[in-house]
């Protein structure tokens, strides 16, 4: 089965409607293409905001910025392309077995026998090369980071056979960037990269508890653990406690990163975390477990709720 289709034109479920691979993409290509979740962009833009945020920050400590800097900013870029491509495809090998048993997942190219598992993992080698030449543009430290970050993308699809958390190592994996980006641009890791490493954190507990909830009766009967099943119809009051945790730790980034600035650049940077609150605080508002078309709708606005900082951080760092 090489281009099933569901009722709404699209091989998997949640994938974007009229996305560019499903109407434009060659056919070969195709299963190959959503392996690497490129019918759903929502995926790379949660891994790259995390590294735009640590380069925001890196480029508030140092009170300017460089020509590496714009590179690092495209860098990160495809390198999110590539590394959420390869952390999908490593996803799909390591639950293959699972996949066929979720109405959600149940046609994705390796359980609908689109693509060999022997096929998926030389895909997934090949991205992993392309993302390792950006890597080695960058400096030694940067570099390190870029390869310890394989340890938790490695560990986080297991998780959620041991741990009712896998939400956390998604967060590890997920925010890596806020690490390595800062490091990139500075030559070191600071202490603002690593507070907004956990506000990062915080926010992937949010945003993807509201995710899980789609799948929480199908985890359920195969036995898949997630936080969405754990905190059941306590999850509002959770992902309030997650939303303040990652405003509060965000916001505590950026005073770590202005600490030598003006308090202007701090204020306005700071209004940058709040805003983005504001926008986790609605989708609170909106939130309804048993709403799975919403609950998908909610979790793709993270994207915007992951922008609103970064114009806040690019005026505050000219003030």
């Known amino acids: 089965m090489n281009d099933q289709t569901t009722k709404g ?4 479920a949640d994938a974007v409607s009229g996305n560019w691979v499903d109407t434009r993409a060659p056919a070969k290509w195709k ?4 392996l690497s979740r490129l019918d759903r962009p929502i995926g790379t833009w949660l891994l790259l905001l995390p590294c735009w945020w640590g380069l925001a920050l890196a ?3 140092k009170g300017g910025a460089g020509l590496m800097d714009a590179w690092i900013a495209l860098g990160c870029a495809i390198g999110a ?3 959420r491509g390869a952390g999908c495809t490593w996803n799909d090998i390591t639950d293959r077995d699972i996949d066929g ?3 959600r997942t149940a046609l994705r190219p390796i359980p609908s026998g689109a693509v060999s598992p022997r096929q998926a993992f030389a895909w997934l ?3 992993c090369l392309l993302a390792l030449l950006i890597l080695l543009t960058f400096n030694h430290a940067a570099i ?3 390869f310890i970050a394989l340890l938790p993308v490695a560990i986080y699809p297991f998780a959620k056979r041991f741990t009712w958390w896998p939400q956390i190592f998604l967060g590890l994996a997920f925010n890596w960037g806020a690490l390595l980006a800062y490091t990139a641009s500075t030559g070191e890791l600071g202490v603002p990269a690593v507070v907004a490493y956990l506000a990062g954190i915080a926010w992937t507990l949010f945003y993807d508890t509201i995710y899980a909830h789609q799948d929480a009766e199908d985890d359920a009967l ?3 653990k997630s936080t969405a099943r754990l905190f059941g119809s306590e999850s509002p009051r959770w992902l309030r406690r997650f939303l303040t945790a990652a405003v509060f730790l965000l916001t505590l980034a950026v005073f770590y990163a202005t600490v030598d600035r003006n308090v202007l650049a701090l204020a306005i940077a700071a209004c940058g975390a709040w805003a983005m609150g504001w926008h986790l605080m609605w989708q609170l508002t909106r939130f309804d477990p048993d709403d799975t078309d919403r609950l998908l709708r909610l979790f793709r606005s993270n994207r915007d709720a992951g922008l609103i900082p970064l114009p806040f951080f690019a005026v505050a760092a000219l003030v």
């Open 81 to 83: 392309v590539l590394m």
């Open 59 to 61: 480029i508030l400590a």
């Open 31 to 34: 299963p190959y293409l959503r």
């Open 144 to 146: 390190a980071l870029g």
């Open 222 to 224: 195969i036995g898949v």
């Open 9 to 12: 034109g699209s091989a998997i």
């Open 125 to 127: 080698v090949a991205q």
């Open 101 to 103: 048993s979720v109405r």
